[in-house]
């Protein structure tokens, strides 16, 4: 803009200064009329009193159309005023001064408003003309510049920057401007936020600074020369949607989407500016990624797996029911179970593809599936030409489809058919020993009743007439019978604990154990003993077996006491979340989740903790039928008690010092154990 003022005013000064050379010119105000007159520039020559005495062609045009003087025709003469009412007086102090002092002034860009209101800009210079260069001016030489189009454009651009400014500063997005070198001229606060740094930090540093990192969409890094912006002023035209990384100071990158738009002045080839808009995609671009990493994941399992996996969409008819699936996905291992590959079945309907599934049911499982959202589980036989599979099917449902997961059990299958024949096989001869032992135990009591009858005959008649090694073969042979009917009856309650059994209940074992040592008080009063009983809790179990087993611990911490020091047995329990650990190692039930740990121990003799296994032995005995009596059986019937429970039980003992007693109990159990459990055996006895 300098420099056109420049030239403008070098252009007019050059004009009057060739008017100057001409001293006739000078003296002489009717030649400085018409050389005013034949002045291509915009020109008038005005006296002091501000009369207009004569304009250029130019001036007619632009000031008064209606009245154009010539050089040989001149016009009326008129006051400068009159055609420009100058209401602040700023033109008229101009040419008062000029005239005063004789010196030349110019300025730019000042208002010139004619009487109909109309407003010229102009750039302008007034000098002082005279007739005797002795003397004070006569008037004043005004030399235009009209410079009103430049000034409203001026005001038109302020105006819409204006509005941009407003306009940028509204917007979510960021906005910058750069210039055709490539410096940032402005920005808007959310460009601020998004790039991580204050307008100082942007405004005024250019695309390829070296505080300007970028990356592109894979996250390699982009070069400068590569950044949408100035590729389009590069370009000449707009880079939409372009997807970048940039790094703030000291920042992870931001991810925005640009839009560059390179700006022309009318006429013009080369771009002024590149305006730059972009928001911040980083949450969507990190969600991407996210999601991309997750296909992946699924990608791998889906070809890793060793199970089949397909995935169905629903196929609607107009009412909207399901009438068949349209299968969308396989995987490698669904292609080698169904002996087909992906492009033979992906995007083809099962209902023809895979009848077979139809004729198992699947379809309507299918179905249910989509319809209710619950999963479905079964296990399903495939009949193929040459073999026979078994598969467990699982389906969950997905957005308006299934997904279908196919596991190959035909060996679990197999496995488990023959794990369950030869369980029913054993069970066969488990019952038939049982039923034999049982058999035996009963019929061996009536040969024994009458060997006891007739010896006790014997001994009553013929007592006196027997010599003393007589009766004491006569008195062993009582003894022997009497400890085989304990035998037996031990027999009988170790069989009867399956063939007999009742059905589980809630059972108060503190209850139980207070009739225990009722039964006892007699044993307890003959060794002067003590059984403590807690607080014990109640769990489900059968009360006859319960009973059973605390008789027989408890009798056991009475009979092996040391010599000369008084037994105590001692009885508590504590409640507590099942074994884990126990339970994957069989010892207790799969479906305890809380589990009784009731404890039995003793200040007896104890025994070595290597026995502490044998001794749940049947008829196992670490002690001489002469120093503790028994027959062996009764430790072997407390176990067979506590597994028909789903329970365990060990023993902890020191010689000298005593055994404790480890009993767990499930606290409750499902429907279908206890039921289970629960089926009473067939009591063959009389007695």
């Known amino acids: 803009m300098h420099r056109l003022r420049t030239s403008t005013w070098t252009g007019m000064s050059d004009e009057m200064s060739a008017h100057r050379t001409k001293a006739d010119l000078v003296e002489d105000p009717a030649a400085l009329q018409r050389f005013v007159a034949t002045v291509p520039s915009l020109i008038g020559m005005l006296d002091a009193d501000?009369?207009?005495?004569?304009?250029?062609?130019?001036?007619?045009?632009?000031?008064?159309?209606?009245?154009?003087?010539?050089?040989?025709?001149?016009?009326?003469?008129?006051?400068?005023?009159?055609?420009?009412?100058?209401?602040?007086?700023?033109?008229?102090?101009?040419?008062?001064?000029?005239?005063?002092?004789?010196?030349?002034?110019?300025?730019?860009?000042?208002?010139?408003?004619?009487?109909?209101?109309?407003?010229?800009?102009?750039?302008?210079?007034?000098?002082?003309?005279?007739?005797?260069?002795?003397?004070?001016?006569?008037?004043?030489?005004?030399?235009l510049t009209d410079r009103t189009g430049q000034h409203r454009a001026q005001?038109?651009?302020?105006?819409?920057?204006?509005?941009?400014?407003?306009?940028?500063?509204?917007?979510?997005?960021?906005?910058?401007?750069?210039?055709?070198?490539?410096?940032?001229?402005?920005?808007?606060?959310?460009?601020?936020?998004?790039?991580?740094?204050?307008?100082?930090?942007?405004?005024?540093?250019?695309?390829?600074?070296?505080?300007?990192?970028?990356?592109?969409?894979?996250?390699?890094?982009?070069?400068?020369?590569?950044?949408?912006?100035?590729?389009?002023?590069?370009?000449?035209?707009?880079?939409?949607?372009?997807?970048?990384?940039?790094?703030?100071?000291?920042?992870?990158?931001?991810?925005?989407?640009?839009?560059?738009?390179?700006?022309?002045?009318?006429?013009?080839?080369?771009p002024y500016a590149v305006l730059v808009c972009f928001d911040d995609i980083t949450d969507e671009k990190l969600k991407e990624e996210a999601l991309q990493t997750s296909r992946d994941l699924l990608s791998s399992v889906l070809s890793s797996s060793l199970d089949g996996i397909t995935v169905l969409s629903a196929v609607r008819n107009d009412a909207g029911a399901i009438v068949d699936f349209e299968c969308e996905l396989v995987n490698p291992q669904a292609e080698k179970m169904l002996g087909t590959t992906a492009e033979e079945v992906i995007g083809h309907r099962l209902r023809r593809i895979m009848p077979e599934q139809e004729e198992k049911g699947l379809f309507e499982a299918y179905r249910e599936v989509v319809e209710t959202g619950e999963p479905f589980e079964d296990e399903v036989q495939f009949e193929g030409d040459d073999e026979t599979a078994w598969f467990q099917v699982m389906a969950v449902s997905v957005d308006d489809g299934v997904a279908v997961t196919f596991r190959d059990i035909?060996?679990?299958?197999?496995?488990?058919?023959?794990?369950?024949?030869?369980?029913?096989?054993?069970?066969?001869?488990?019952?038939?020993?049982?039923?034999?032992?049982?058999i035996a135990s009963h019929d061996l009591r009536e040969p024994l009743r009458k060997i006891r009858s007739f010896s006790?005959?014997?001994?009553?008649?013929?007592?006196?007439?027997?010599?003393?090694?007589?009766?004491?073969?006569?008195?062993?042979?009582?003894?022997?019978?009497?400890?085989?009917?304990?035998?037996?009856?031990?027999?009988?309650?170790?069989?009867?604990?399956?063939?007999?059994?009742?059905?589980?209940?809630?059972?108060?074992?503190?209850?139980?154990?207070?009739?225990?040592?009722?039964?006892?008080?007699?044993?307890?009063?003959?060794?002067?003993?003590?059984?403590?009983?807690?607080?014990?809790?109640?769990?489900?179990?059968?009360?006859?077996?319960?009973?059973?087993?605390?008789?027989?611990?408890?009798?056991?911490?009475?009979?092996?006491?040391?010599?000369?020091?008084p037994p105590r047995v001692q009885v508590y329990a504590a409640v507590e979340p099942a074994s884990e650990e126990l339970q994957q190692s069989g010892r207790l039930s799969p479906s305890c989740t809380d589990m009784c740990r009731l404890t039995i121990a003793d200040n007896g003799i104890g025994f070595e903790e290597s026995h502490a296994d044998r001794i749940f032995s049947p008829f196992k005995r670490l002690h001489g039928r002469d120093e503790y009596e028994g027959t062996g059986m009764g430790l072997a019937i407390c176990q067979r008690i506590v597994e028909r429970h789903g329970g365990d039980i060990t023993a902890d003992s020191v010689p000298g010092e005593g055994t404790t007693f480890t009993v767990l109990l499930p606290v409750s159990r499902d429907s279908t154990e206890a039921s289970a459990e629960a089926v009473p055996g067939t009591d063959r006895t009389n007695s």
């Not at 004569?54 to 040989?72: M, V």
């Open 50 to 143: 501000g009369t207009v005495l004569a304009h250029s062609e130019r001036w007619s045009d632009l000031f008064e159309p209606d009245a154009a003087p010539d050089a040989d025709a001149p016009s009326a003469q008129h006051s400068f005023f009159d055609l420009f009412p100058d209401p602040d007086g700023t033109w008229a102090d101009t040419f008062a001064a000029c005239l005063a002092d004789g010196e030349t002034r110019r300025g730019y860009v000042r208002s010139l408003t004619r009487a109909n209101g109309t407003t010229h800009w102009v750039d302008w210079e007034v000098r002082p003309w005279r007739t005797n260069g002795d003397v004070g001016a006569d008037g004043v030489l005004l030399y």
């Open 155 to 270: 005001v038109m651009r302020r105006q819409v920057e204006q509005r941009f400014d407003a306009l940028i500063d509204t917007i979510s997005e960021g906005v910058l401007l750069m210039d055709n070198r490539g410096v940032f001229r402005d920005c808007n606060e959310p460009a601020q936020e998004i790039l991580g740094r204050p307008i100082s930090d942007i405004v005024g540093t250019r695309y390829d600074d070296d505080t300007w990192n970028g990356l592109r969409e894979d996250g390699s890094p982009m070069p400068s020369g590569e950044f949408p912006f100035w590729r389009a002023h590069v370009e000449r035209e707009t880079v939409p949607d372009e997807v970048m990384g940039i790094y703030p100071p000291e920042a992870p990158p931001r991810w925005i989407r640009v839009n560059a738009e390179p700006l022309f002045h009318e006429g013009k080839d080369e």
């Open 410 to 438: 035909s060996e679990r299958k197999e496995a488990t058919q023959a794990m369950a024949a030869a369980n029913a096989k054993l069970e066969r001869r488990n019952r038939a020993l049982r039923d034999f032992a049982y």
């Open 456 to 565: 006790n005959l014997v001994l009553d008649d013929y007592g006196e007439a027997m010599d003393e090694t007589g009766a004491d073969y006569l008195g062993r042979m009582q003894d022997a019978a009497e400890r085989m009917t304990q035998l037996i009856n031990d027999l009988l309650i170790y069989s009867r604990i399956t063939t007999q059994a009742q059905p589980f209940e809630p059972v108060d074992l503190t209850e139980v154990a207070e009739n225990v040592r009722r039964d006892l008080d007699l044993q307890i009063a003959d060794v002067d003993g003590t059984v403590d009983i807690g607080d014990l809790p109640t769990v489900e179990a059968d009360p006859t077996q319960i009973r059973q087993l605390l008789q027989n611990l408890i009798g056991n911490g009475l009979k092996f006491h040391k010599p000369d020091v």
